[in-house]
C-alpha cells in the first residue's frame, strides 16, 4: 500500500511539472561570441492564412529572430499576383539585410523562386537547377567567408525529391568548407530523400517539432543541415519552429549555432 501511494505521489509530481512547448515565440536571444542564427521560412509569398498578403508582417518576424541569415522560398518577382511587387526586394528593405534572388520560374509575368537574406554580404552566389516535373526546382548557393549557406525547395513529385538528394549530397562530397542547407524538402523525417541527405549531413533543427500547417502543424518538412565535415566543429544550442499561425501555411524554423573557430 505504501509503495501505491508513494507511485501516486511521483505521478501528481510530474503532473505539476510544465510540459516543453515546442511552438513558442522567442524572446531576445544574447548571442555569444561566434554564434549564428540561421532561419528558414517558406513565406508563400507572405500572404497569410488571414488571405492577406503582408510583407512587413513576415520581415517582422525576421526582425525580432534575429537570424544572420535565413533562407526563404515561395517569392514571387513582378508577378501579376504580387502586383509588380518583387517579394524579396520588399523584406531586404524592411530588415535592413542583403539579399539574393534564385528564381526558378517564369510566373504570371514574373518570375517566382527562392531567396536568402543575410547580414554579411556574400563573397559569391550561383543557382544549380533541381529535378521537378511540376515545376522546376533548384538550389540557391550563397558563398561566405567562413561557410556556404544553401537553400531549396524540393520537388512535390517523390522521385524527383530522391534525385535531388542525390545531386545535393554529390556537389559537396568534396567541399573543405563548412556548409549548411536549408529548406522546404516537401519530405517527412523518415522519407527516402532526408534519410539519403542524413548519409552526408546532419540535421540541426529536431523533427519532432512540427512546422505545417502553421495553424495546427502536424508535420516537419522544414529542416536545416550541416555538412558532415570533419574539418569544422560546432555546437548546436537551440533550435525552435516559431509561433506564427498566420504569416504563412509553414512555420519559420531557426537554429542557434556556435561556429567553432
Avoid at 76 to 99: C, F, P
Wanted: glycine share 4%; aromatic share 10%.
Amino acid at each position: 500500500m505504501e509503495k501505491f501511494s508513494r507511485l501516486w505521489s511521483l505521478l501528481f509530481l510530474l503532473f505539476l511539472l510544465p510540459v516543453p512547448t515546442f511552438c513558442q515565440k522567442s524572446k531576445e536571444i544574447k548571442l555569444k561570441k561566434n554564434d549564428v542564427i540561421f532561419m528558414t521560412y517558406n513565406v508563400r509569398n507572405c500572404h497569410g492564412l488571414d488571405d492577406s498578403t503582408n510583407y512587413q508582417r513576415v520581415a517582422d518576424i525576421i526582425i525580432r529572430i534575429n537570424p544572420q541569415i535565413v533562407a526563404l522560398q515561395e517569392l514571387d518577382s513582378a508577378t501579376l499576383r504580387s502586383k509588380g511587387m518583387v517579394a524579396i526586394n520588399e523584406l531586404a528593405t524592411r530588415t535592413g539585410m542583403y539579399s539574393v534572388y534564385g528564381p526558378t520560374i517564369n510566373y504570371l509575368g514574373g518570375k517566382y523562386g527562392n531567396g536568402i537574406l543575410c547580414k554579411e554580404k556574400p563573397v559569391s552566389w550561383k543557382s544549380v537547377p533541381l529535378p521537378g516535373r511540376e515545376e522546376k526546382r533548384s538550389l540557391l548557393i550563397v558563398e561566405f567567408e567562413d561557410y556556404i549557406f544553401c537553400c531549396t525547395h524540393f520537388s512535390l513529385n517523390a522521385e524527383d525529391r530522391l534525385k535531388s538528394s542525390e545531386i545535393i549530397n554529390e556537389l559537396f562530397k568534396d567541399s573543405s568548407k563548412l556548409v549548411f542547407l536549408a529548406g522546404d524538402l516537401n519530405s517527412l523525417p523518415d522519407s527516402d530523400p532526408v534519410k539519403n541527405i542524413q548519409k552526408k549531413w546532419l540535421m540541426l533543427n529536431n523533427s519532432v517539432i512540427y512546422t505545417i500547417p502553421s495553424d495546427y502543424p502536424r508535420r516537419c518538412i522544414d529542416y536545416i543541415f550541416a555538412l558532415k565535415n570533419t574539418n569544422h566543429s560546432y555546437k548546436v544550442e537551440k533550435t525552435m519552429a516559431e509561433k506564427e499561425p498566420l504569416a504563412s501555411d509553414h512555420l519559420p524554423v531557426w537554429v542557434l549555432v556556435n561556429l567553432k573557430k
